[in-house]
């Protein structure tokens, strides 16, 4: 990654690489994605993400509403090629270069519903009664996520520079209630093969009609400086720092994983965002929410 596209990143909190993968990695990645969009869409499982379910539609009928799902990693879903683009050479370089010492978070497929038009609310990836130590945060990338097109993928929608601020009343007014139009915001078109890096407290949120092709990976990396919280069930976390897991990951992204083992935990993983903020002098209170 060159040190222009650092800075872009640093300064606007988010950064577009084009062609991330060749014609040969994204139609596997594409074949692979499918499968499990497939699965979910026949039989929802648990991590299915629904919008726009009307009342009454059974659960069996809910497959034309998903829009995606959690924890690809898990061993149900579990596909080593879909996870290695995490690591692929040009994924690395990037997340290398904006995030000290990445270390894996997230991973899920996401697309558009069949029968509702997604239209997400405003917000940043963090719990809202944080807001107030936003500005404050370490100079440091903490939380990396980005979104690598599998088809053409249109959805994302964020305000640049907004992800170290406090929020406007423009946009305070649209948090997580609101999906209309901001000052300044930016639709970022991805063609297959292209992917979007975003700081996770950029402010963002996500557009698209019913049917779109959308069908996008969505996964996310923390620095390896930020106190770790293991998310999901104990058995999931032990997999995806199992031998056996992470044996079959690509070299370049095991270390990703090997890094879940001697991360410093605690049971707030946000809680430094607090921390350094009352070092720099903050002495205000969180949001109640």
């Given at each position: 990654m060159t040190d222009e596209g650092r800075l872009f990143f640093s300064e606007n909190g988010y950064y577009v690489l084009r062609e991330a993968f060749d014609a040969e990695e994204l139609a596997l990645l594409r074949e692979k994605a499918k499968v499990i969009q497939d699965r979910v869409r026949n039989v929802p499982m648990k991590g299915t993400r629904f919008f726009g379910v009307p009342d009454g539609v059974d659960d069996a009928d809910k497959g034309p509403y998903t829009w995606g799902v959690n924890e690809i990693t898990r061993p149900e879903l579990f596909d080593p090629a879909l996870i290695n683009a995490l690591g692929s050479e040009k994924v690395d370089d990037v997340l290398s270069g904006v995030i000290e010492a990445p270390r894996a978070w997230g991973l899920k497929i996401l697309w558009a519903p069949q029968k509702a038009d997604y239209d997400l609310i405003w917000h940043r990836d963090v719990n809202d009664k944080l807001e107030p130590v936003i500005p404050f945060k370490d100079p440091r990338n903490d939380h990396v996520q980005?979104?690598?097109?599998?088809?053409?993928?249109?959805?994302?929608?964020?305000?640049?520079?907004?992800?170290?601020?406090?929020?406007?009343?423009?946009?305070?007014?649209?948090?997580?209630?609101?999906?209309?139009?901001?000052?300044?915001?930016?639709?970022?078109?991805?063609?297959?093969?292209?992917?979007?890096?975003?700081?996770?407290?950029?402010?963002?949120?996500?557009?698209?009609?019913?049917?779109?092709?959308?069908?996008?990976?969505?996964?996310?990396?923390?620095?390896?400086?930020?106190?770790?919280?293991?998310?999901?069930?104990?058995?999931?976390?032990?997999?995806?720092?199992?031998?056996?897991?992470?044996?079959?990951?690509?070299?370049?992204?095991?270390?990703?994983?090997?890094?879940?083992?001697?991360?410093?935990?605690?049971?707030?993983?946000?809680?430094?965002l607090v921390q350094r903020a009352r070092e720099q002098g903050w002495a205000g209170e969180l949001e109640q929410v």
């Open positions: 980005f979104n690598a097109a599998l088809e053409y993928d249109d959805s994302f929608i964020v305000i640049p520079k907004s992800h170290r601020r406090p929020l406007n009343e423009d946009e305070l007014s649209m948090r997580r209630t609101g999906t209309g139009t901001l000052p300044g915001q930016l639709r970022v078109e991805l063609d297959p093969g292209d992917i979007v890096f975003m700081d996770a407290h950029a402010f963002h949120r996500g557009q698209a009609p019913a049917g779109a092709p959308r069908l996008s990976l969505h996964f996310s990396v923390q620095a390896q400086w930020v106190p770790l919280r293991p998310w999901g069930e104990p058995e999931h976390f032990a997999w995806i720092t199992s031998d056996e897991f992470i044996s079959q990951l690509n070299p370049r992204l095991q270390p990703y994983y090997e890094r879940l083992k001697t991360a410093e935990t605690a049971d707030d993983a946000m809680g430094w």
